[in-house]
């Protein structure tokens, strides 16, 4: 089963980091992948249980991956598992972890691990998609540590601005 890690390190905290990665109205601000993406309806939030979809640009084919969050510690680490079965994948898992260096910056590592389909080409879509793989998700965090380095601090939408309760 092909797998791969990539990392990167991010000027935020792992908090920041964790809590924008998985808040879906924001994700396309900065995830150059993705065309779509979106909870289900009776998910308000990313959480344990919760499902989402994530629907690749067409370039890649538009593929749309349906997944269960299998593992979510807040601040700490979230996993996946596919739940559907799109064209060319059988199977597939990720985690993202989020290591604090200081309060003000941390590491991300993601994780994968996948089963191509059909069987009989495993052989060569195995080694073709590992390559694509790796090279986008090193491209999305790439592009989520830039977002942090652009983006001026935001008020978090659940801190009251004017003060009080």
Not at 47 to 74: D, H, M, N, V, W
Not at 102 to 110: F, G, H, K, Q
Not at 135 to 151: G, M, N, Y
Request: glycine share 4%; charged share 25%; proline share 6%.
């Amino acid at each position: 089963m092909p797998h791969g890690e990539v990392r990167d390190r991010i000027p935020a905290s792992a908090s920041a980091v964790f809590e924008l990665l998985h808040d879906y109205t924001r994700r396309l601000e900065w995830d150059t992948l993705l065309q779509r993406a979106f909870l289900h309806d009776e998910f308000p939030k990313a959480a344990k249980g919760a499902i989402s979809t994530c629907q690749g640009r067409p370039f890649l084919g538009g593929i749309a991956l349906t997944t269960e969050y299998i593992r979510f510690a807040r601040g700490e680490v979230a996993a996946i598992r596919m739940l559907n079965r799109p064209i060319f994948f059988e199977s597939f898992a990720a985690s993202i972890r989020h290591d604090a260096i200081s309060d003000s910056e941390s590491t991300i590592t993601y994780k994968f691990r996948f089963t191509a389909r059909p069987k009989w080409l495993r052989w060569i879509l195995h080694p073709i998609m590992s390559v694509v793989f790796r090279f986008e998700t090193k491209k999305r965090l790439s592009a989520l540590r830039q977002f942090f380095e652009t983006q001026s601090p935001r008020v978090s939408h659940f801190e009251n601005p004017l003060g009080g309760p």
